[in-house]
């Protein structure tokens, strides 16, 4: 891999970071505003709350996906140099 190319990947690979962490940010919020305004008995807050979960389980997951990519990039370079 060229310099430039690697350059390029690791900028990517930067703002790529700071867009999942800025997600799950967002998510973490939107999860603790549904939770704090939960009526017990009102379908549209249980379904609002519901929804909330998920999209903090999926930010969640695409941030855990980035750390295995990176961990298993890192040693497949390792076992090359090897």
């Known amino acids: 891999m060229s310099p430039r190319t690697w350059s390029i990947t690791m900028l990517s690979s ?4 700071r867009r999942l962490d800025s997600n799950f ?5 939107d999860l603790d505003s549904a939770a704090l ?3 017990a008995f009102s379908p549209d807050d249980w379904h609002a ?3 909330a ?3 903090s389980s ?7 996906q980035e750390i ?6 890192a040693k497949a370079i390792i076992n ?3």
Do not use: G, M, P
């Open 49 to 51: 709350f519901n929804s």
């Open 14 to 17: 930067d703002a790529l970071r």
């Open 68 to 73: 295995v990519v990176k961990h298993n990039l």
């Open 80 to 82: 090359e140099i090897r």
């Open 37 to 39: 305004s939960l009526d």
């Open 58 to 64: 999926t930010a969640s997951w695409a941030v855990n």
């Open 53 to 55: 979960i998920r999209q």
């Open 25 to 29: 940010e967002n998510t973490q919020k």
